[in-house]
């Protein structure tokens, strides 16, 4: 009978050893229950050198068209030939940064109380060009005008004026310069702006 109990207490103990062992290996591989990190992310591109790509660089502003206020508008002596008369309009930029005039002025007379004197002038119909002018520097328009009407039959003239009206090219502003044109039968045509004074 005692040798049957000694049997049954090794017996017992084996089993209890076995069921702890077997508990043991049925349990996780420590530190496997988190979420690994996503290939692709910020991490990862970090670690394989990815370098960001640099925003492109902003592109150089264009220049400006030249407003009225960068300008000082004077008229210049005419040039005459073959009872002809060129006035040049002259642009001076007195602001501080290039700008430019790209087209033609729009030009008409004016008398001594500001009223204008008849219509305004045509354009010439010459290819426009764009025309840069530096601070300080100057760009031209002609204004055609026939020389007291010489070469027309009876000519009939307009009263002289005592201002030209001079809107630069894309701008609303008119600028007055002091100047005695007299417009006689024949053109009174103005063409593009163009670069320098002669």
């Known amino acids: ?9 090794v017996l017992l103990g ?16 420590p530190g496997t229950t988190g979420s690994s990190q996503p290939a692709g992310t910020a991490g990862s591109a970090a670690a394989n050198g990815a370098v960001p790509t640099p925003a ?3 592109p150089p502003d264009r220049l400006g068209a030249c407003t009225a206020q960068q300008l000082r508008v004077t008229i210049g002596e005419p040039d005459a030939g073959a009872g002809q008369l060129y006035h040049p309009i002259l642009f001076t930029n007195i602001g501080d940064r ?7 002025p729009g030009v008409s007379l004016l008398d001594a109380a500001g009223s204008q004197i008849g219509s305004a002038a ?24 026939s020389n007291h009407g010489v070469g027309y039959d009876n000519p009939t003239c307009r009263p002289v004026s005592t201002y030209v ?3 630069p090219p894309d701008t609303h502003t008119g600028v007055r310069a002091p100047y005695r ?3 006689c039968t ?13």
């Open 122 to 145: 045509t354009r010439s119909g010459q290819p426009v060009t764009p025309v840069t002018v530096s601070p300080g520097g100057t760009a031209q328009a002609l204004v055609h005008t």
């Open 1 to 9: 009978m005692e040798s049957m109990i000694t049997k049954c207490g």
């Open 181 to 183: 044109l007299e417009v």
């Open 186 to 198: 024949g053109p009174f045509e103005v063409s593009p702006v163009r670069p320098g004074t002669g």
């Open 56 to 58: 492109a660089s902003r």
């Open 14 to 29: 084996l089993s209890m050893i076995l069921g702890a062992g077997l508990t043991a290996c049925s349990g996780g591989v």
């Open 165 to 167: 009206r001079v809107y």
């Open 98 to 104: 290039p700008c430019t005039l790209t087209g033609y």
